[in-house]
Nanobody, 126 residues
Framework: QVQLVESGGGLVQAGVSLRLSCVASGRTFSSSAMGWFRQAPGHEREFVGAIGWSGNTVYAASLKDRFTISRDNAKKTVYLQMNNLKPEDTAVYYC????????????????????WGQGTQVTVSS
């Protein structure tokens, strides 16, 4: 079955950078779009960004200047590079994958993703 495993979270101070990783297994990765979401306590799950199978990316407007998504198909891994972290970035970060392959227009909606990782906690102190 499909398994997504995130890593790289932690407790950091404001202003630093952090890179999250998500390793996929259980199906062909290179033809899969991947999304990143986050959820803070008391808030709904929020779209961070996504990368299509061909490498096209989309981001939440408020994050696109600080966050970058990339992928390494050989390693079946998608990355989320987060720069200049702020306390409001504190959340559990999830990677997700839709069931369909070769999606050209990646979705910003959590319900469009069928497989989810367990999440990794990112805490940014001021």
């Amino acid at each position: 079955q499909v398994q997504l495993v995130e890593s790289g979270g932690g407790l950091v101070q404001a202003g630093v950078s952090l890179r999250l990783s998500c390793v996929a297994s259980g199906r062909t990765f290179s033809s899969s779009a991947m999304g990143w979401f986050r959820q803070a306590p008391g808030h709904e799950r929020e779209f961070v960004g996504a990368i299509g199978w061909s490498g096209n990316t989309v981001y939440a407007a408020s994050l696109k200047d600080r966050f970058t998504i990339s992928r390494d198909n050989a390693k079946k891994t998608v990355y989320l590079q987060m720069n200049n972290l702020k306390p409001e970035d504190t959340a559990v970060y999830y990677c997700a994958m839709p069931r369909s392959h070769y999606i050209s227009v990646v979705s910003r909606t959590p319900s469009s993703y069928d497989y989810w990782g367990q999440g990794t906690q990112v805490t940014v102190s001021s």
